[in-house]
């Protein structure tokens, strides 16, 4: 029985430290370095919170695609230009990453903090 247990207990570290960690091809950066990139011609702005969120409260440059409806809309984005993904906290939009990364996606940088962090 002691084996089972142990095996279970694997099971969640290894559920948990997958969840939490950074998604290998996924960049984390800062509210300032996402208006860096405002600059920049070959980068697709996403904002995944819901429309009455984005509505309150949003910059411009991004577009609204609600984490709910991302895998649906992907074929909108191009695979061949970085994605700039944002929610209200930074775990949506961690969601998000994650999700376009295992489409195909490879330039993905996710705003840590999100529209919190945003001054």
């Known amino acids: 029985m002691e084996i089972l247990q142990w095996i279970f207990f694997i099971i969640i570290i290894a559920f948990v430290v ?43 440059k991004f577009a609204n695609v609600p984490l709910a409806h991302l895998s649906k809309r992907t074929g909108e984005l191009d695979k061949n230009k970085e ?14 990453a994650k999700m376009l990364k295992k489409q195909g996606f490879e330039k993905i940088s ?4 999100g529209m919190n962090a945003w001054v």
């Open 18 to 60: 997958n969840f939490f960690l950074p998604t290998k091809g996924v960049s984390n950066i800062t509210a300032k370095e996402a208006k860096d990139k405002f600059a920049e011609k070959d980068v697709q702005f996403v904002d995944v919170r819901t429309p009455g969120e984005y509505k309150a409260n949003h910059q411009k």
């Open 83 to 96: 994605v700039v993904v944002i929610c209200q906290s930074g775990m949506r939009s961690a969601k998000a």
């Open 110 to 113: 996710n705003v840590k903090g």
